[in-house]
């Protein structure tokens, strides 16, 4: 016998957003992470302010472990209704979109490959001016 999946309007999301019931939507699963609230590794701020909403950017742009995500799955509670799902990718959420193109958000590769390539440069000028005199 197989059990049916919970749907959840967008707005039914949006009405749990405290400490006392924290949900949030990942890649369009609805999530009640009330009770992980005190044992996320980034803290409960993290969850918080993300809740009630849909939290999948921010839960990629950290990067998580596939432990993580092994984790999550006990706190899956039900589906987002189809007329609140935002519409992603079919492609797996581990690979980026736009093979590897500069992200225009900010988010991708460029994001720290300008900052890192300033750094040394400061650093070798830094080194050459004034540690050779």
């Known amino acids: 016998m197989a059990s049916e999946t919970a749907i959840y309007r967008l707005e ?3 009405n749990k957003c405290d ?3 924290t949900w949030i939507v990942i890649h369009n699963s609805v999530y009640n992470v009330t009770e992980f609230l005190n ?5 409960e701020e993290v969850l918080l302010e993300q809740a009630g909403r849909d939290a999948t950017e ?15 799955k006990k706190y899956k509670i039900g589906e987002l209704a189809e007329e609140d799902r935002v519409n992603i990718d079919k ?3 581990w690979t980026t979109s736009n093979d590897d ?7 991708g590769w460029m994001s720290w490959l300008a900052p890192l390539v300033l750094g040394v440069l400061a650093t070798l ?3 050459h001016f004034f540690l050779n005199q």
């Open 12 to 14: 039914e999301v949006r």
């Open 39 to 43: 044992e996320h590794p980034g803290g």
């Open 101 to 107: 193109a500069p992200s225009t958000s900010g988010n």
């Open 58 to 72: 921010a839960f990629e742009d950290v990067g998580h472990s596939s432990d993580a995500r092994d984790m999550m």
């Open 19 to 21: 400490s006392k019931n």
């Open 91 to 93: 492609k797996s959420p």
């Open 125 to 127: 000028v830094y080194r």
